[in-house]
């Protein structure tokens, strides 16, 4: 069993700053790569930046380049997304994914339950 649990959405304004959070833990061998998705309402789900575990490259959707970075904390097996410059169109559900391999089973992909992230005046 994997688990992923997001921390650090909420309501902010124009502008602000949000630093989200996401732990994995349970039969981890180890862990590929981590990312953040997000969903607005009535649009698709779509990614907004990945971090590999190997070299550590990252890739950022064109939307956010320059405002939002992540960051892996490899002990902790926590992946960051720091959020600057927020605006309205960043409002979704932010979700954390994470391609891993398990202590038995082989490698696949899990989700966390997802953070929502109000911009808004």
């Known amino acids: 069993q994997v688990q992923l649990v997001e921390s650090g959405g909420g309501l902010v304004q124009p502008g602000g700053s949000l630093n989200l959070s996401c732990a994995a833990s349970g039969s981890i061998f180890a862990i590929k790569a981590m990312g953040w998705y997000r969903q607005a309402p009535g649009k698709k789900r779509e990614s907004v930046a990945a971090?590999?575990?190997?070299?550590?490259?990252?890739n950022y959707a064109d939307s956010v380049k320059g405002r939002f970075s992540i960051s892996k904390d490899n002990a902790k097996n926590t992946v960051y997304l720091q959020m600057n410059s927020l605006k309205p169109e960043d409002t979704a559900v932010y979700y954390c994914?994470?391609?891993?391999?398990?202590?038995?089973?082989?490698?696949?992909?899990?989700w966390g339950q997802g953070t929502q992230v109000t911009v808004s005046s």
């Open positions: 971090l590999r575990t190997r070299g550590g490259s990252t």
């Open positions: 994914n994470a391609d891993l391999w398990v202590v038995v089973g082989g490698s696949s992909s899990y």
